[in-house]
């Protein structure tokens, strides 16, 4: 089927940057839409960015102007680019991506495993 594997995650200073990775593999014809999510503790989940395969974008307020979502289709994979990072932006974050799969010729919903960001002040 496929598999989302996540990267970039780690520790890092306010008002620094990362860059999360969601790399996709296995009978993918095309990435419909990739997202990201994110998760602190005693928090519920929370939709950080979206974006579709016709370039539209969008993002929670919290992040606006922040972070930026991009896919890069000749590698399968999307990214989320975080900047000028604030200690409430620590969290789990999940990448999420609608596929349409080889092996079923149908879009289905996968999720990548987390990575942990934390931001400390």
């Known amino acids: 089927q496929v598999q989302l594997v996540e990267s970039g995650g780690g520790l890092v200073q306010a008002g620094g940057s990362l860059r999360l990775s969601c790399a996709a593999s296995g009978s993918i014809f095309s990435i419909n839409i990739m997202r990201w999510y994110r998760q602190a503790p005693g928090k519920q989940r929370e939709l950080v960015a979206s974006a579709t395969s016709v370039r539209r974008k969008d993002y929670a307020d919290s992040v606006k102007g922040r972070f930026t979502i991009s896919i890069d289709y000749a590698k399968n994979s999307g990214y989320l680019e975080m900047n000028s990072l604030k200690p409430e932006d620590t969290a789990v974050y999940y990448c999420?991506?609608?596929?349409?799969?080889?092996?079923?010729?149908?879009?289905?919903?996968?999720w990548g495993q987390g990575t942990q960001v934390t931001v400390s002040s």
């Open positions: 999420n991506a609608d596929i349409t799969d080889t092996g079923t010729w149908r879009s289905n919903d996968y």
